[in-house]
């Protein structure tokens, strides 16, 4: 039987473990945390912490693809998930009978998903997981080096297995690397001679979350949609379980006089200066706010002219790239990755090392690539419009993609089939080019920005504004 040794237990590790599992592999799962950070008591007083993951308490939401994902694959989990508190949400629900949009159609159900804070999603899969025939879990074993043997091609280690802190070691005919962002793979094959290339870009956004719980039972009322963008932030809400949401306040990280976001008045202060959706912000507080700063948009190459730097090993979701996580798309791209790798295998096989990692490399970045390239241009430009915003001046760019992105937020409620469109993107359930360019949608898009749009679509402070409401508690 084929041993396949995944490293990482966060949602990612979990799922990929599982989909083995089911294929007849028998699965290990290692994770440096232990297992009481997936108990439910690990969610009294709002301290929801796991060392190996920076984002733990941040805003989290699973994209209508990956919930496709769990609901086709893994429907034990889904049930544990609502079990838990989880929550069934549809991610356009707060724009339906507004403006053009119109009422809910039977297609909607392509956005429907699950909210549920990240903590809870990882009860749902750890449980799910535990309960598999096949899987191993392993918690409190931190990865620190590496197995390696049998045949090198043109030179390329073959990794074999794993060992940790504790001086064991796990031999596998497959390791998956899970880790996340912070993974210990890179320097640990740069140690054998075989350092993946990397693409590394300070993202510079600084994320501000709290918590809220609903006293009166009532959830707020939902946004069109959950990001809304305004001058020199973003505001993030996000629905979690057992009536509990999110509201997340993203700055530049260069944006100094907006660090005192910190400081929970200062916090409410700001929120309330945005209409939309300062009622967001009026529930029984869970948490003070919780800041994250430091992270980077990166993508790592495991080929080197052509074939992999090593074999017998693959990374999976974070672990190869990352993304700006105010979309929301790292879960969701993780768990394709994992399908995807998983598919992979059941075409090439384990023992074909090289093959296995060439190709699933590939299909991976043929899916997913685009994905990061976008996501990765998005970044530079809004850092760059807030830093003119900063100076007091409008950013302009004649980057075609930019400019459409900002006439389609501001139009979007125009049209029900635009909506729907951008909708489809965002949510990860189609391209850009099935939805808006195959479709002719993208020219009703160009029609109807044709004039001097405003550059944000709700109301909200001037800079002026925001340092008022900053100054007023210092």
Known sequence: MTHILVLGAGPVGLTTAMLFAAEGHRVTVLDRDHSSTREPS???GGEWKRSGVTQFAHTHILMPAGFNVLEAELPGVVDRLLS??????NMIGGAWGLGNVGERREEDVKFETVTARR????????????????????????????????ARTLGRPHVTGVTTQNGEAFEADLVVDTLGRNTVMPSL?????????????NSGFRYYTRYFRAGSG????????????HTGVTLITGPGDNDTWSVTVSTSGRDQQLRELRNNDVWERVMALYPTASHWAKGEPLTDVQVLGGIESRVRDYLYD???????????????????????????????????LRDVVRTVGVSNAVDLG???????????????????????HRLAEIDAELAGERYVTDDPDWNVRNVLHAVRNQDPEILRAYAE???????????????????????LGGGDLPRYDEPGPSRAELLDAIGAGV
């Open 42 to 44: 690990v969610l009294t």
């Open 84 to 89: 838990l508190g989880g929550r069934r949400h």
């Open 119 to 150: 903590p809870v999603m990882e009860m749902a899969l750890f449980a799910e997981a535990r309960a598999t025939p096949g899987v191993t879990i392993r918690c409190g074993t931190r990865v620190t080096g590496l197995l390696t043997g049998g």
């Open 189 to 201: 094959l740069t140690g054998l001679g075989a350092a993946p290339a990397e693409r590394r870009a």
């Open 218 to 229: 009532e959830m707020p009322a939902q946004l069109p949609w959950p990001l809304l963008f």
């Open 306 to 340: 052509g074939l992999p730097v090593a074999t017998g090993v693959i990374a999976v979701g974070d672990a190869w790239a990352t993304t700006n996580p105010q979309y929301g798309m790292g879960m969701t791209a993780g768990f394709q990755q994992a399908v995807q």
């Open 358 to 380: 060439r190709y699933y490399n590939e299909v991976r970045a043929e899916a997913q690539m685009p994905l990061w390239e976008s996501t990765h241009a998005w970044d530079t």
């Open 425 to 447: 993107v965002a949510c990860m359930v189609s391209t850009v080019e099935d939805a808006f360019v195959k479709t002719g949608l993208i020219e009703r898009v160009l029609t």
